[in-house]
């Protein structure tokens, strides 16, 4: 090689980046001590954002496109490094180039299990897991806030960063939606939004747009499992009544099928059993009820009256032991003395004065 091309392998010409990885989201471009010389050719490609940076302080920003490097498309380099009157000689410049398209498929999910307050089952711990997407929507805040100096940024230190911030505000999104335990199976795509809705704020201040956030499963420590398996198998069985007359019904069978002289019994006195068990049961008899009485009052019909109503008739002197009376049952009219059912009422009446 001779001194002419030493020289010439100093200066870097022709900046771009080409890997077609699908993890990396920064790429520092490769100077190895190379000088930018002058009119040097920028190649920025689709869904690529070049960003140069001048010793830690941003400078131009190229969007996708070829671009010839020179103080008329480097405004920002240029006053940083005071040229006024142009350049003619090589710069020192890092240039960064940031993937913004949209990275999809990536995993989120709680580690260790988060409290959240039921109102079935009052505090339960639970676990949740899931999938979103992102892209970089801020190349600048993105390098400043996160991804720093490092030459070769990825989506593994990205997504650890976002699910640090997705499992911090599962408990304040479950809580807003509201969504009982039970329903949470129903509701991914609620609860998916209400996470995603807190956590806008945050990306916004590293550059970073989440896109379709989804919650895949929101699990319970098996003893609340082993709760709303039974309250589902209550609200299967329905009649517990029924049920219970399945059971007996079954249990008799199986013990029929057992063979012996105490199995051969039991099953001779299966069908009737359960054809009884199977048999509505009757209402419960209602209580008989109390007998009402008519009264003669001054020559006429009155009532009928009932037993409260008699005692005060009694106490005010319009029934008295030689009034007559008739309820159902009876032949005809008789006195109240001469009526079983009247007697504990006149008891509080004394007899009639004996004649002088």
Partial sequence: MGIWDKIKGEFIDIIEWTDDSQ???VYRF?????????????????????????????????????????????????????????????????VYFVNTKRFT???????N???????????????AFGNYAFRITDPGKFLKELAGTDWHFTTDEVNEHLR?????????AVATAGIPLLDLASKYSQLGDNIQGTLMAGMEEIGV??????????SVPPEVEAAIDKRSSIGAVGNLNDFNQYQAGVAMEK?????????MGIGMMI?????????????????????SYHVAVNGEQAGPFDMAALKTMVANGTLNPDTLVWTNGMAGWAKASEVAGLLSVLGSVPPPLPPH
Avoid: C
């Fill in 164 to 172: 640090n911030q997705i499992v911090a505000k599962f408990p304040e």
């Fill in 105 to 111: 498929a990536m995993k989120w999910g709680t580690a």
């Fill in 255 to 263: 013990a029929a099928e057992s063979g012996g002289p105490a199995g």
């Fill in 271 to 291: 069908p009737p059993i359960v054809q009884q068990s199977m048999q509505p049961q009757a209402a419960p008899a209602a209580p008989p009820a109390l007998p």
């Fill in 30 to 94: 490769e100077r190895h001590g190379n000088e930018i010389k002058n009119d040097a050719k920028l190649t920025v490609r689709e869904s690529q954002v070049a960003v140069f940076v001048n010793e830690g302080q941003i400078a131009d920003v190229f969007t996708p496109g070829m671009y010839t490097l020179n103080t008329q498309n480097l405004p920002i380099l240029s006053t940083l490094k005071g040229w006024k009157y142009g350049f003619n000689s090589p710069f020192k410049a890092e």
């Fill in 113 to 127: 299990p988060v409290m959240m307050r039921d109102q079935d089952f009052g505090a339960v711990r639970v676990r």
């Fill in 209 to 218: 747009e989440l896109l379709n956030f989804n919650v895949e499963n929101v």
């Fill in 23 to 25: 993890d990396v989201i």
